[in-house]
Structure formats: C-alpha cells, structure tokens
Nanobody
Framework: QLQLVESGGGLVQFGGSLRLSCAVS????????IGWFRQAPGKEREGVSC????????WYGDFVKSRFTISRDNTKNVVYLQMNSLKPEDTAIYYC?????????????WGQGIQVTVSS
C-alpha cells in the first residue's frame, strides 16, 4: 500500500528555515515523481515544488524565488523540501504528493499534510 508521510513542520519565525521530509513507501520510486503542494487558510491549493526521481529534474512555483530546494535520498526513499527565508505568507498546510508514472507534479497520491506556521 502506497504511503506518504510528511514530517518536519512546525512554527518558525520570519526569515527562519524548516526542512520538510516525505517518507515514501509501498511502491518503487525509480520512475516516479514526488511533489509538494500547500494550502493556506481561505486560499486554493498550489504547487510548491516537484522532482522527478529518475533524472532529478525539479520544478518550483514562482513564489519560491530560490528560497526552497527540493531533493531526494534514493537510499531512504525520502524527498526533502528545504525552506529558507520563510515569510508569514508561507504559512500553510504542506502536502506531499506522488505520481508513480513519473508525471512531474502529478497528484495520484497525497499525504496527510503537515502544518507550517511562520510568525512575523
């Protein structure tokens, strides 16, 4: 059974950093794509960053502006989202997604989400 488990969220001050982790189990990651989406209160869900496991190709939302970095650990089946220079507008629930067919930012599967709160 495919599972996505997020960790690493929490409360951080303006300008601080957090590293989110998405532990993936239940399928082979070799040809899959993993992504991060977020949803803030009263706003629509939006893509943050996605990565192709096969070639490491990554995509970032325009609002990221080099503040975030997505990476993968092939030996642990974990995808990370390093978030630096955090702003209050980054406050949201962050979701890990997976597409076993490798479509970048595909959303066949979702994690339960994890809260990130940035105080001003």
């Amino acid at each position: 059974q495919l599972q996505l488990v997020e960790s690493g969220g929490g409360l951080v001050q303006f300008g601080g950093s957090l590293r989110l982790s998405c532990a993936v189990s239940g399928f082979t990651l070799d040809y899959s794509a993993i992504g991060w989406f977020r949803q803030a209160p009263g706003k629509e869900r939006e893509g943050v960053s996605c990565i192709s496991y096969k070639d490491g190709h990554a995509w970032y939302g325009d609002f990221v502006k080099s503040r975030f970095t997505i990476s993968r650990d092939n030996t642990k089946n974990v995808v990370y989202l390093q978030m630096n220079s955090l702003k209050p507008e980054d406050t949201a629930i962050y979701y890990c997604t997976a597409d076993p067919r490798g479509r970048l930012c595909g959303t066949d599967y979702w994690g339960q989400g994890i809260q990130v709160t940035v105080s001003s």
